[in-house]
Every structure is written in C-alpha cells, then in structure tokens.
C-alpha cells in the first residue's frame, strides 16, 4: 500500500508548529524511516498515518484515499503500531498479547491464538514464551513480542516509532536484521523513526531527514543522503564519516585480495618474523601469531592474537575496510560463504577501490566507526561481523 503525505501541516492547539507541509510518497512494500534530531516533528508525522493526529493542514492518502474519509477504528486495524518499550499490556501473556487485534476484528479466540503462536515463529521467539507475562520476557523478546503484535492482523502498513531504541547495541543490532528480513519475506509498506542515523540508513530503502520546525530536509535513498546532503544541516546530522558510511553502498568488485602467510592449528610452525594467520583444518581464520613468536610445541589458540572483523568476500567496500582496519596485522581476512581463508585486503587496496570510483564516495574519513552497518543489494552480504 503507498503512504503519500500531501502538504501535510500540525499546528497544535498551543501554535506550535510541529510539521511544515510534508509532502512525500512512501512506494508500496518499502521502507521510509524518518529520522531527525528530538522535537522535529517525527511521531506526529507519523501518527498522522493512523489518525492517533489530524492534521491542520493538507492530507495523508493511503493507496490514493484519503484517510480522513476511513473510521479510525477501521483504519487502525489496517496499520500495526510499534512503539518503544513495546507498549505490551502488561496484564495478559504474550499470546494474549500478540492476539489482541485478531480478537478486536471478530476471530474466534482459538484462531487468534493459533496466529499468535505462529507469529512468535515469525518473530524468533520460542513457543514457549506465549505463556509468560511481559515483565517475565527480555526488553529484546519485549520488542519482538510488540513486531509480532503489530503484525498479527497481517496489516499491510507498519509504523514503528522508534521501536529499538530502548535495547542495547547488540540486541538492537539483531532486531534490525530479523526486521530487514522480516521485510523481504513480508513485503509490508514501513514508516520508521529513529534519531539514529545509522539505524535509518542500514534499515530504510529511502531516509527522511526532518529539522525542527518539522520541515522536510532532505528524501532521498541512503546512498544519496549520504553522498549529497543537500545542505549543512543534513551533511551535519549524517555526520562527518558519512564518507565511510558510504562505503556500505559501494561493492568491493575489483578488490584486489593477496595471499596470506598461515600456520594451521595444531601443526609445529616455524620461526617467523612475519604474521602469519592461523586457519583450522577447514581454513576457517582463528587468529594471528605475531612476528618472532614462539611456539611451544604445537599452534594453539592460547598462543594467538585475536583477529579482527572478517570481510565476506562479495560483500560491501565497508566490510573490507572495517576488516583491514579492525586487524592486528593490518590485514583484513577475507573468507568465501564457508568461512574459509580466501586471502587478506590492506586498507591501501580498499582506497585505490574509492580512488577509482571518485564521484560515488564524497569523503573517505579513516576514523572508522566499528559497528559494520553494512548494507548492500548482495543478498548474501552479512551485517552480523564475525570475529576470527
Ligand atoms: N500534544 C501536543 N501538544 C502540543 N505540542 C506537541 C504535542 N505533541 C508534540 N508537540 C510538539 O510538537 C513538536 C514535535 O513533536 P514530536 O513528538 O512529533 O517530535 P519527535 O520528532 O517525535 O521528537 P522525539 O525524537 O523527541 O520523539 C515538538 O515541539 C513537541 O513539543
Ligand atoms: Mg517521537
């Protein structure tokens, strides 16, 4: 279903104007995440979606209706809503919980329940979970119970009004992967807010960047915001390493790997006073032995530095560059979809990359930010980084 802002405007009762003529179309079965500094008009926006808001001024069309023209209560069940803190009502258990709008449209409550115990699936959590109540649950199952709750009525848009912002990096890191998944097999159409610029370009198929005042900054994909802010404020909120951000949209196609001295786990290895990387009997990475170290006996893990992140060999510049930056040996690992050894990649051979491409990165900071956001067209590409 295509969401289309048309010169939409929020004044609330107190004069304050909280949303300036948005206009924007969001395309059916994408994602649109809204992201801006606080106060910038975001949750209005979007909850002028589902009429929790009236505008003040121009109109909001789902699929070309108006939604002025739909019962709220309707319109709603239509559209699931996720919030931070989950929003679970705190009394009924989880199945309770994920079957509230099924039970609201007329299921019967053991049909509601059997969707509530496959949406637990559908969201990562075990069956066994359904019977707890949502103080008994993690903030990460917390929130996933909420997903899954916004998604039982099967509603073909999804507002999620910073939904994870609350969890901790890690936990957050792995709900945006089961949301971008969740999002190729479901094909919803999503407006999400975030502050988080890292959070909108890793999630959204295109990024509203709002100012306060609630004025539209910039619509564009995350590659164009990144690339060409259009003015100040949009080249500041995405920040100075947006160049590096960038890479997560450039591919490493012509990237040249090197051969990599190895010593294999187990084996007696010589002196040497060069890395070496120690491989596994599967050549998968388990880390570095330094130059001029000495091994007593046989290659074992204790003997070894650890590595840093691995770059998966097909996937985005950033990964390689996080690699190559992350390693002891200044050397990024480079490994195939089994996780064995392809070669290693220096930072030097990620910037000639850039070099060669000059008009698709605007600047290539070196203050690498660790947490890899990649996100790329290569469906196989990995944002969870694994660690040799
Ligand atoms: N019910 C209300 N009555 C009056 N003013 C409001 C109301 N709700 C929000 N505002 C004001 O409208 C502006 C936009 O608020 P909104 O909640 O949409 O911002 P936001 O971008 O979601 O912020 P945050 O990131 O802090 O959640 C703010 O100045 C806020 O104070
Ligand atoms: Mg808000």
Redesign the pocket.
């Known amino acids: 279903m295509t969401i289309e802002f048309r010169g939409v405007t929020k004044r ?3 004069g ?1 104007l ?1 949303v300036d003529e948005l206009s924007l179309t969001v395309p059916d079965g994408s994602m649109t995440v809204f992201v ?10 979007l909850r002028m979606v589902n009429r929790m808001v009236e505008p003040t001024g121009g109109e909001v069309l789902l699929d070309g209706r108006n939604v002025r023209d739909a019962d709220p209560a309707e319109l709603r069940r239509g559209i699931g809503y996720v919030i931070q803190h989950a929003g679970l009502f705190p009394h009924r258990t989880v199945l309770g919980n994920i079957a509230t709008v099924p039970m609201l449209s007329g299921w019967s409550r053991r049909s509601a329940r059997r969707r509530a115990g496959e949406l637990l699936d559908t969201v990562g959590l075990p069956a066994e979970l359904g019977s707890r109540y949502p103080a008994q649950l993690s903030g990460g199952q917390q929130q996933r119970v909420g997903v899954a709750r916004a998604l039982a009525a099967d509603p073909p848009v999804l507002l999620m009004d ?1 939904p994870f912002s609350a969890v901790d990096p890690v936990v957050r890191e792995g709900l945006q992967d089961e949301l971008l998944d969740l999002q190729r097999r479901l094909g919803k159409t999503i407006v999400f ?1 975030t ?1 988080d610029i890292d959070e909108a370009v890793r999630l959204g198929d295109r990024v509203a960047v ?1 100012r306060v005042g ?1 004025r539209l900054a910039q619509y564009g994909t995350p590659a164009d915001v990144l690339r060409h802010p259009v003015d100040d404020f949009v080249a500041e909120f995405v920040g100075k390493d947006r160049g590096y951000r960038g890479l997560s949209f450039l591919s490493a196609g012509d990237l040249e790997v090197d051969d990599v001295a190895t010593a294999a786990i187990g084996s007696v290895p010589e002196d040497s006073d060069e890395w070496r990387l120690a491989i596994d009997a599967e050549r998968r990475p388990r880390g570095w032995l330094a130059p001029g170290s000495t091994v007593d006996g046989r290659l074992a893990e204790v003997d070894l530095v650890a590595g840093g992140s691995l770059y998966r060999r097909g996937t985005s510049l950033r990964g390689a560059l996080d690699a190559a930056l992350s390693s002891p040996a200044s050397l990024g690992v480079v490994v195939d979809d089994d996780g064995a050894t392809v070669g290693v990649v220096t930072a030097r051979h990620v910037l000639d990359v850039i070099e060669r491409h000059p008009a698709s990165v605007t600047a290539t900071s070196g203050t690498a930010n660790t947490t890899a956001t990649s996100r790329t067209a290569n469906p196989t590409a990995t944002s969870r980084t694994p660690r040799a």
């Open positions: 609330y009762e107190d304050a909280a801006g500094p606080s106060g910038c008009g975001k949750t209005t926006s910073e807010v502050h709002l609630g």
